[in-house]
C-alpha cells in the first residue's frame, strides 16, 4: 500500500515517526491525489490519507520526498494507473440519451453493433437504436412481446440481443422466438421460432461455425438451440437440453481461442449455493463440462484478453445472502484467478478491448446501483460509479470510450424522471 511506501520513505530520509502524519495529509492535500482517490473513497482509507490538509509549508526535502511518494501513489492507487484507460481516470457520468415513447420502466440488454447502440426496451415494446458516435435516436424495431401484466418475464420481450454481421441484431421475444433486426431500415426481417413455451432470452453469436446459441431459460427444463446464421438459411441445428440447471440459464458466451461456448448456469440440482459455467461445443452440441461457481448465482459473461472470463455474480446472490462479488475465471484450466469483493450484484457485463476495461451493471451492489469498473489488463477494479434503479444493463463504445447504462424513472435523478439511458465516458 501506498502508506507503506510512505513510512519507508520518511524513516529512511527524513526519520522521525511522530512527524510522519504530516507528511502524508500534505500528500493527501494535492488536488491530483484528492482527484485519484475521488473514484475510490475507501482507498484513501487504504492510503492513510486524512481529510484534514497540513498547515505545515513542506522544507525543500520534504517536498522531494512528497514528489517521491506521489509518483508511488499515483502508482499504486489504481484509477491513475498508466494500465488504466488512456486518460488515467475513471470515466464519469457525461450525459444522457432519452427514449420516445413511453417511460423507460422496463427493459433488459443492451449491444453496441459497429456504431450502433440497441437496448431491448419492453416499454415501448421494441428495440431502440441510437447513433453511438453522436447519441442521436434512429428509430425503433418494433412488434416485441414488451411486459405482459401476467406471468413475469417468462413471457417478455426483447430480452437479449446479439450483433450478428454487418447491421444485424438478433433479439430474444416472449413467444419463444428470435427477431432479427436489419439496423438499416430499424425493421425485423425475420421471426425464427425455437419450439419452446417461454421466451428466448440471452444469446451468443459463433461467427466461426456459422451460428447462433440462444438460452430458452424459462422452460421447465431450459435449454439451448443452436441456429444457422448462413444467409437465407437460418435453421436450427440443434437443440441441448440442460436438466441439471434448476433455476434456467443466463448468458452465453462464445470464446474465440478455444471455439467453445460458455453459459451461467445459476443454480445446480435446487442448491441455490451452487451454480456453475457450462462448457459446450458447438458443433457438436455436446455439454463438456460445468466449472463450479459457489454462492454466486452467475448472470453476465464476457470473454476478456488471455482467456479470462468475467462471471458476474448477481442480484439474486445478493437476495440470497452471499457477500457480493466478481470473479475471473481462468478458462484453459477452470480455475477462479480473481475475486473482486469490491463489486457484485450485476446482471449484464461488457468488455471493452479498445479501452481494456470490464463494466458490471451492478444493480444490486451493496450501497446502490453502480457501474463497476475493472482493469482487464492488470485484473484490478478501478471504481464503482453510481447508476440508478434497475440500472442492470451495460454496453461501450470502444471509439470513444462511452459506456451506456439505462436507468428507469426516478424523481432523484432530474434527468431520469421518465428513464434514461446514462452515458460514462473519460474526461476531457
Not at 515517526?17 to 475510490?40: G, H, K
Not at 476478456?304 to 481462468?330: E, T
Not at 473482486?340 to 450484484?345: A, K, P, W
Request: hydrophobic fraction near 40%; charge should be negative.
Amino acid at each position: 500500500m501506498a502508506s507503506e511506501y510512505f513510512t519507508k520513505n520518511w524513516n529512511s530520509r527524513l526519520g522521525g515517526e511522530q512527524t510522519f502524519a504530516s507528511f502524508v495529509r500534505a500528500i493527501c492535500s494535492c488536488p491530483w491525489v484528492q482527484d485519484i482517490t475521488a473514484y475510490q473513497p475507501n482507498r484513501r482509507e487504504l492510503a492513510g490519507c486524512t481529510r484534514a490538509p497540513s498547515s505545515r509549508r513542506p522544507s525543500g526535502q520534504l517536498a522531494a520526498a512528497v514528489a517521491s511518494a506521489l509518483l508511488a501513489a499515483a502508482l499504486s492507487l489504481g484509477p491513475a494507473s498508466a494500465e488504466s484507460r488512456t486518460n488515467h481516470f475513471a470515466p464519469q457520468r457525461l450525459a444522457e440519451l432519452h427514449v420516445p415513447g413511453s417511460p423507460l420502466a422496463s427493459f433488459d440488454i443492451s449491444v453496441v453493433d459497429g456504431d450502433i447502440y440497441a437496448l431491448a426496451d419492453r416499454s415501448n415494446h421494441g428495440v431502440d437504436l441510437f447513433n453511438a458516435e453522436d447519441d442521436s435516436f434512429l428509430g425503433r424495431a418494433g412488434g416485441f412481446a414488451g411486459s405482459p401484466a401476467t406471468g413475469g418475464f417468462a413471457g417478455a420481450g426483447p430480452n437479449g440481443l446479439v450483433a450478428v454481421g454487418p447491421r444485424q441484431i438478433w433479439a430474444g421475444d416472449g413467444d419463444s422466438t428470435v427477431k432479427i433486426i436489419d439496423t438499416g431500415s430499424q425493421k425485423v426481417i425475420e421471426t425464427i421460432r425455437t419450439g419452446g413455451s417461454h421466451r428466448v432470452d440471452e444469446l451468443a453469436y459463433d461467427p466461426q461455425d456459422h451460428l447462433v446459441v440462444t438460452a430458452n431459460n424459462a422452460d421447465e427444463p431450459p435449454f439451448l438451440t443452436f441456429i444457422a446464421t448462413t444467409t437465407g438459411d437460418h435453421k436450427l441445428t440443434g437443440r441441448l437440453v440442460l436438466p441439471q440447471a434448476s433455476d434456467g440459464l443466463e448468458q452465453p458466451v462464445w470464446d474465440p481461442a478455444s471455439d467453445l461456448v460458455y453459459v451461467s448456469v445459476p443454480e445446480l440440482n435446487g442448491r441455490a449455493a451452487q451454480g456453475g459455467v457450462a462448457v459446450i461445443d458447438p458443433r457438436t452440441r455436446e455439454l463438456l463440462r460445468i466449472i463450479p461457481v459457489t454462492k454466486c448465482i452467475p448472470a453476465g459473461l464476457a470473454i476478456g484478453p488471455n482467456q479470462q472470463l468475467l462471471v458476474a455474480c448477481s442480484d439474486d446472490a445478493v437476495a440470497a445472502g452471499f457477500p457480493a462479488k466478481s470473479m475471473i475465471l481462468d478458462l484453459p484450466s477452470g480455475k477462479i484467478v480473481r475475486i473482486f469483493h469490491q463489486i457484485g450484484g450485476s446482471d449484464e457485463v461488457w468488455f471493452d478491448k479498445a479501452q481494456g476495461e470490464y463494466y458490471l451493471a451492478a444493480v444490486a451492489n451493496p450501497g446502490g446501483p453502480v457501474l463497476g469498473v475493472i482493469n482487464a489488463r492488470t485484473d484490478r477494479w478501478v471504481a464503482n460509479l453510481p447508476t440508478g434503479p434497475h440500472a442492470h444493463s451495460v454496453a461501450a463504445y470502444g471509439a470513444t470510450g462511452q459506456v451506456f447504462v439505462p436507468i428507469t424513472p426516478t424523481k432523484s435523478d432530474a434527468q431520469c424522471v421518465s428513464g434514461c439511458i446514462a452515458v460514462f465516458g473519460p474526461r476531457h
